[in-house]
Every structure is written in C-alpha cells, then in structure tokens.
C-alpha cells in the first residue's frame, strides 16, 4: 500500500494557480506533520510547506503569501493551493508525513511545469 499519493501536477501558464493534493493510507494514521517538499531539477529537495497536528503551518520565503497548505482531517487529505505561479516553481512537488514516533513517509511526487 503507497503510503502518501499526490495528484494535481501539470503544465500551466505563469500566473495560474493550481492545486495539488495528496491522500493519505491509513498506514499514516494520525501524522503530527503534512508536508509539502519540492525538487528542481540539479537541486536539492526543499520544504515548501507545513501543517502540524494543532494547525500551525509554515512556508518558505519563495512561496509565502502565494502557496496556501490545508488539511482535511476526516479524509486524511493534504492539499497545497498554488497561486500566481512562476517558472521557477516547476519542480516535482512530494507530500511527507511524520508521526510521532518518528516515522516519515513519502509520496512519489507529482510533477508541476510553470511556462512563461
């Protein structure tokens, strides 16, 4: 069973929004953290978003005030809202979970292309 499944990706125009969403297995019960990771090609993976158990939720610089993280609890669901898109957003996008004892899971990732 895939622990973490994103869907949404795609091509779309700079400026557009599009959301992405990530569905939890029930292997990732009651995760403390949702995340959503990004990596551009030739670089490293990077925290985009996150939203603890209590509804705190932190952004990186580059996507602050244009990406929104929420969470569906009942469903299991996380979703990141992406708006005003750049070019330099194109990266495949990965959903994480951490539980409290530590264990963290994976999405295979979704990829999402800004075109100018």
């Known amino acids: 069973q895939v622990p973490l499944v994103e869907s949404g990706g795609g091509l779309v125009q700079a400026g557009r929004s599009l959301t992405l969403s990530c569905a939890a297995s029930?292997?990732?019960?009651?995760?403390?953290?949702m995340a959503w990771y990004r990596q551009a090609p030739g670089k490293q993976r990077e925290l985009v978003a996150s939203?603890?158990?209590?509804?705190?939720?932190n952004y990186s610089d580059s996507v602050k005030g244009r990406f929104t993280i929420s969470r569906d609890i009942s469903k299991n669901k996380v979703y990141l809202q992406m708006n005003s898109l750049k070019p330099e957003d194109t990266a495949v996008y990965y959903c994480?979970?951490?539980?409290?004892?530590?264990?963290?899971?994976w999405g295979q990732g979704t990829q999402v292309t800004v075109s100018s």
């Open positions: 994480n979970a951490v539980r409290i004892t530590g264990s963290t899971f």
């Open positions: 939203m603890h158990s209590g509804g705190n939720t």
């Open positions: 029930s292997s990732v019960f009651a995760p403390i953290v």
